[in-house]
């Protein structure tokens, strides 16, 4: 039986959850240059999905975001590993970072580092690791 409180906190979270995503890419985005990057851009997804466990319930959640979180967090941990190791291929150190300026369509002159190929699997080990210890802490009951 849904009371008034749940119609507000649902409806005030898909726009804060919306919010709280763009927010979480932006720091994904800018962490190679500026403070953020994997790890908080990670935990902000992370504090948007449990909002929507919040606001609705967790097997709705599941029904909407059929995701076994334990598969995001290994694909997040092999993505960092072997970003690390592609270095080895050009004869660098482990975790050597190589970038470039690229002109994009409608975005002109981009910075792209292959730092951000390793601070994708960090967001998804992030992402990853901390659904799957909120989720089952709210399962336990």
Known sequence: MMNSRDVV?????????????????????????????????????????????????????????????????????????????GSFVFGAPFLSQAYDYFTLPLLGEVELATAMIFDLGVYLAVVGVTMTIILSIGEDR
């Open 9 to 85: 906190l649902q409806t005030t979270s898909q726009v804060t959850v919306f919010i709280i995503m763009t927010f979480s890419g932006f720091l994904f985005l800018a962490g190679h240059n500026n403070p953020g990057g994997g790890f908080i851009g990670g935990l902000m997804s992370a504090a948007a999905l449990v909002l929507l466990a919040l606001a609705y319930d967790l097997k709705t959640m599941r029904q909407a975001l059929p995701v076994n979180f334990h598969y995001v967090t290994a694909t997040g941990l092999l993505i960092a590993i072997f970003s690390g190791m």
